[in-house]
């Protein structure tokens, strides 16, 4: 392990139709004492880096202590953005000396190559917003990299997206694979998951290894039903309360229209009040878990043993809303006890 | 389509005052007569080249366009640039790009450059004989500040 990611706050200035927040939790931002005690351990446990998420990080009102504290530590730090206030407020607090040297990458969420696919993701002035955070990067000499979640607005335009963010200077392109939500999919922006396979594999023949930067797909190709997982590999994710979540996809994920988070399986310790060294431990205590019910009754070999965030998703019960989409491709898929066993905790 | 530049001694200032980021931007406000000397309120871009120095009053969307393009983004993304922020009034996106390009070039931009080396005609430099042996380069940078050590 080696890097810690921060969820500063989960408040967010869109509402993005794809995204799996929970917007019916209170608004909440992470104690700079909790940042400030979980990284004096890190430090001697040997952790290099810190990845900042969110919600928007620029919405966080003490970012630019955050990020001083963070560098003055002696870690090196990635921030994902959607590109909010960045030329007057973001970008001066990167371009401090002490922090500039400690910048590893600047992550900015672009979902579609032209505004109207973008911003109808998004919201309106989002691609301006982006496009207009990573010149500035660029211009800068801050390393860039992008997200784009695949949906049906955008399937039409993922070479171009992969061109475009080439040209800016990214020098990795994630495109994730999504994740169900109640919005995502009655709105039809959720691809079917024979649509989600067809377009991953046209992603490896047709853009990987094309452009000049790394294209990956996230949330795929996990080899066999071993759980592999490269996040919980490398990192540790700190939610906005302070808490030790397996993983960042589990964190305050919404579980259906207006209920907010209860916390099940997924909370692994309080870090106000457990030592990162016992969170740690707990934290690997779980993954045997998770990986013992893989091996003795989840895995579907055909289906979810390729996605396993939606295997995880579905152990940890978050998708149980599902059952009110009874039409959707996905219900089938993920909820059909015929197809893959259910794991809850 | 070409990325631009600001040439030497031109700068571009936007019209908006982002002192306090909590809050909406203000907008300044136009002069009742363009003024000679002291602050211009509203976005321009200047050439200080010249004694007494130049400067070009812009309105709102012009100052917008020109933002992107003395930022270097490529002409031809602005439009959709220029679509997100103001949605359907944009009826002419890339006609009011080149519009403003008009404006500022060639006076404040350089001419663009599609590769940043200069094209020289095609030409041999030079036949000889050489052992075919090279010389390990074992000298090191010292010129960084801050001791970091790296082979020429």
């Known amino acids: 392990m080696k890097i810690v990611a921060f969820e500063p706050t989960n408040q967010c200035n869109r509402s993005c139709r794809h995204c799996f927040r929970n917007k019916a939790d209170p608004i909440g931002f992470l104690p700079l004492e909790t940042v400030d005690a979980v990284l004096s351990q890190a430090g001697a446990l040997g952790f290099k880096a810190v990845c900042l998420t969110g919600g928007e990080v620029a919405l966080y009102p003490h970012l630019g202590d955050l990020l001083r504290l963070i560098a003055s530590r002696g870690f090196d730090f990635t921030l994902v953005t959607n590109g909010y206030r960045f030329p007057e407020y973001v970008l001066p607090l990167l371009l401090e000396p002490k922090v500039k040297e400690r910048v590893a990458s600047v992550g900015f969420s672009l979902d579609g190559a032209r505004a109207e696919t973008h911003d109808g993701l998004r919201g309106p002035k989002s691609f301006r917003e982006v496009f207009e955070g990573m010149t500035l990067c660029r211009n800068h000499r801050l390393p860039l990299f992008l997200k784009s979640v695949v949906t049906t607005l955008n399937r039409g335009e993922l070479t171009e997206l992969a061109l475009l963010g080439a040209r800016l200077g990214a020098v990795e392109h994630g495109f994730l694979y999504p994740f169900p939500t109640p919005t995502f999919i009655r709105d039809g922006l959720l691809p079917s998951p024979q649509e989600m396979q067809d377009t991953v594999r046209w992603i490896q023949d047709n853009l990987m290894g094309v452009t000049r930067n790394k294209i990956t797909v996230e949330g795929r190709f996990m080899d066999g039903v071993m759980l592999n997982c490269g996040h919980l590999v490398d990192h540790l994710n700190v939610d906005y309360q302070g808490n030790l979540i397996f993983c960042c996809t589990l964190s305050h994920m919404t579980v259906g229209d207006g209920i907010p988070t209860s916390f099940g399986g997924e909370l692994v310790a309080d870090l106000k009040e457990v030592s990162l060294k016992e969170a740690i431990v707990r934290q690997f205590r779980k993954a045997t878990e998770v990986m013992e019910a893989r091996l003795n009754g989840g895995g579907n070999p055909v289906g979810l043993s390729e996605t396993p965030c939606h295997w995880c998703l579905k152990y940890f019960g978050k998708l149980d809303w599902l059952k009110d989409f009874p039409d959707s491709p996905w219900t089938a898929w993920l909820i059909d006890e015929t197809s893959c066993k259910s794991n809850h905790l | ?152």
């Open chain 2, 1 to 152: 389509m070409p990325s631009y530049q600001l040439k030497d001694k031109c700068l571009f200032v936007d019209a908006f005052v982002y002192d306090e980021p909590n809050k909406e931007p203000k907008k300044k406000t136009k002069p009742d007569k363009p003024p000679t000397t002291g602050k211009i309120e509203l976005a321009h871009v200047m050439d200080k080249n010249p004694t007494p120095a130049k400067y070009l009053m812009l309105n709102d969307a012009a100052a917008f366009i020109a933002r992107f393009i003395v930022m270097g983004v490529d002409t031809k993304d602005i439009p959709e640039i220029l679509k997100s922020e103001y949605g359907s009034q944009v009826t002419n996106p890339v006609a009011d790009v080149n519009a403003v390009v008009a404006m500022l070039f060639p006076s404040y931009l350089e001419t663009p450059r599609t590769s940043p080396r200069p094209y020289q005609a095609p030409k041999d430099e030079g036949k000889g004989t050489h052992s075919g042996i090279y010389d390990l380069d074992f000298r090191v940078n010292w010129f960084v500040t801050g001791g970091f050590k790296g082979p020429l």
